[in-house]
């Protein structure tokens, strides 16, 4: 079973994306939600994750710059999946410098789990 965090301040998106994985993604799954980092880094210390979905802007106006850096010193090299509704934001555009397995466009994202993007997690 795939083990997937959600980490996004926005109760509709949990609601989309969860809907999203039940029509998309093929295998089994379960999906955590987390509304703050804090929450999601309270998951990762006590729960096993495969994948990770974070939105980029959160609450209290971090992005990505702050939150991946914050994860990665309890997740190691889980994937993480960075989300995000404003894709050409200049932070989001090179994977490699903020140690995400993959940017996607919130838009895009029911078409890339269609097309496979957690099947190798």
Request: proline fraction near 2%; aromatic fraction near 4%; charged fraction near 30%.
């Given at each position: 079973?795939?083990?997937?965090?959600?980490?996004?301040?926005?109760?509709?998106?949990?609601?989309?994306?969860?809907?999203?994985?039940?029509?998309?993604?093929?295998?089994?799954?379960?999906?955590?939600?987390?509304?703050?980092?804090?929450?999601?880094?309270?998951?990762?210390?006590?729960?096993?994750?495969?994948?990770?979905?974070?939105?980029?802007?959160?609450?209290?106006?971090?992005?990505?710059?702050?939150?991946?850096?914050?994860?990665?010193?309890?997740?190691?090299?889980?994937?993480?999946?960075?989300?995000?509704?404003s894709i050409d934001a200049?932070?989001?555009?090179?994977?490699?410098?903020?140690?995400?397995?993959?940017?996607?466009?919130?838009?895009?994202?029911?078409?890339?789990?269609?097309?496979?993007?957690?099947?190798?997690?």
């Amino acid at each position: 079973m795939l083990n997937i965090l959600l980490i996004d301040d926005d109760e509709v998106e949990h609601r989309l994306i969860q809907r999203m994985l039940q029509d998309c993604y093929k295998g089994p799954f379960l999906l955590r939600y987390a509304d703050t980092l804090e929450k999601g880094l309270s998951i990762l210390k006590s729960q096993a994750v495969d994948v990770i979905l974070l939105d980029d802007k959160l609450r209290a106006g971090l992005d990505a710059k702050q939150s991946v850096p914050a994860l990665r010193e309890i997740t190691g090299d889980v994937a993480m999946i960075l989300i995000s509704s404003s894709i050409d934001a200049a932070h989001l555009r090179d994977k490699t410098i903020l140690d995400v397995y993959d940017i996607i466009d919130k838009f895009s994202l029911r078409k890339r789990i269609s097309e496979g993007l957690l099947a190798a997690k």
